[in-house]
């Protein structure tokens, strides 16, 4: 087999894994503590994929053209023995990156680059101790572990290291200088994330989204930015290298203002095994009761195979083409729980 299209002709490339519904952080716009509290049920370990359910899925769609694998959560560092999976994961041929918080990366860069990590990117959306305290509900005092973590894992050689932030109106917006002034000296992707309107709980409104081109605007006015030409299909970031800063790069993800739809190449599959096509699907397959059920490799590669080949969606396309920019009304699941 040699890849499957979906309905828009977009191949099947990247496969986004969450190996955990928990996080030792409370981001007020992924998992506000008022709502994931100590009454809320995150999923039991018996719920979970486990290593080798994970590794069998990954295997069987190597066929249908799955090239990067990402691991994510909530918190991928949380989950057991990370290493282990990585290392069956390392075993084929893809590349292997993940995304983290950071706050459990210290000491562990060359024991998952030794597993097979390839790459590692951390979300970082402040700087400022009271800030990030703020969004994230963690102690302004675990920044500097953070940035200890980010300057641990360009030494272990993962890749080139990227820095997510989402930058929100009113809340963070003063940290476009500070981050690049603490990254531009270092060989990192530093990324701005336009705030999405993912899950239910997070508050989303348009006015707080900075779209990527009043940050580009305001960043021409104080460096000669180049620009990359992008390296694969699929890629969602538009990248700038920066005059007189070597290796270090900016880069916009504008998911509301500039929806990339038509080049989207993801799946997602949640910790307890099911696949959706779409951040924004509200419905995904289960694959895990295949799996355990009746499970052969086969079954689980036709399973996905048809699922990618009726695949229609373009949510952000959709929004973007709504009267008044806002979100669609549509059931949604969690960033937590889909993998962001
Ligand atoms: N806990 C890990 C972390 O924070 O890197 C991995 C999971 S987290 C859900 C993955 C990414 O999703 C983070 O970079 C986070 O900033 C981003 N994210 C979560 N909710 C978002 C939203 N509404 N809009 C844009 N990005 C969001
Ligand atoms: Fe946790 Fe990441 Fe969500 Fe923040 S963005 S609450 S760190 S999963
Ligand atoms: Fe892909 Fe759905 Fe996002 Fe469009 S809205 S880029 S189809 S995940």
């Known amino acids: 087999m040699h890849g499957v ?4 002709g977009r191949p099947l490339h990247d496969l986004r894994i969450s190996v955990t519904d928990r996080c030792n952080m409370r981001c007020d716009y992924c998992m506000p503590a008022e ?49 282990d999976l990585i290392q069956m994961l390392s075993k084929h041929p893809v590349e292997i990156a993940m995304t983290t918080n950071g706050l459990l990366f210290g000491g562990r860069g060359k024991s998952l680059r030794k597993a097979g990590l390839n790459r590692v ?24 572990s953070i940035l200890n973590a980010i300057d641990e894992a360009i030494e272990c050689d993962l ?54 081109s009043e940050i580009h605007n305001y960043l021409k006015k104080r460096m000669n930015l180049i620009p990359i030409d992008s390296t694969h299909r699929g890629e969602v970031a538009k990248r700038w290298m920066v005059e007189g800063k070597r290796g270090f790069e900016i880069g916009f993800i504008s998911s509301v203002s500039q929806p990339f ?25 289960d694959l895990k009761s295949i799996i355990r059920d009746e499970g052969n490799k086969n079954t689980i590669q036709n399973v996905i195979s048809e699922i990618w080949k009726s695949r229609e969606d373009r949510y952000s ?19 937590s729980y889909i993998g962001g």
Not at 50 to 64: A, G, K, Q, Y
Not at 66 to 77: D, N, Q, S
Not at 176 to 203: K, T
Request: aromatic letters at 6%.
């Open 5 to 8: 299209l979906d309905q828009l």
């Open 35 to 83: 709502i994931f509290d100590s009454k809320h049920r995150f999923m039991h370990r018996n719920e979970l994929l486990t290593f080798e359910e994970i590794n069998s899925i990954v295997e069987s769609l190597i066929p249908l053209g799955v090239k990067k694998i990402r691991l994510t959560g909530g918190e991928p560092l949380l989950r057991r023995g990370l290493e």
């Open 261 to 285: 739809c038509g080049d989207c190449t993801r799946a997602r599959i949640s910790a307890e095994g099911r696949i959706f096509t779409c951040l924004f699907a509200s419905k995904g397959t």
């Open 121 to 144: 990117t951390f979300s970082l959306d402040s700087l400022d101790p009271k800030v990030f305290e703020q969004i994230t509900n963690t102690s302004g005092e675990k920044l500097d």
């Open 159 to 212: 890749g080139q290291v990227r820095i997510n932030s989402v930058i929100r109106r009113g809340i963070n917006e003063q940290d476009i200088d500070r981050l690049i002034e603490q990254f531009e000296h270092l060989p990192v992707s530093l990324r701005f994330i336009e705030f999405m309107d993912v899950g239910n709980h997070n508050r989303w409104r348009y006015n707080n989204v900075v779209p990527s």
């Open 317 to 335: 396309e959709l929004r973007s083409k709504t009267p008044k920019p806002g979100t669609i009304v549509l059931p949604k699941i969690e960033m």
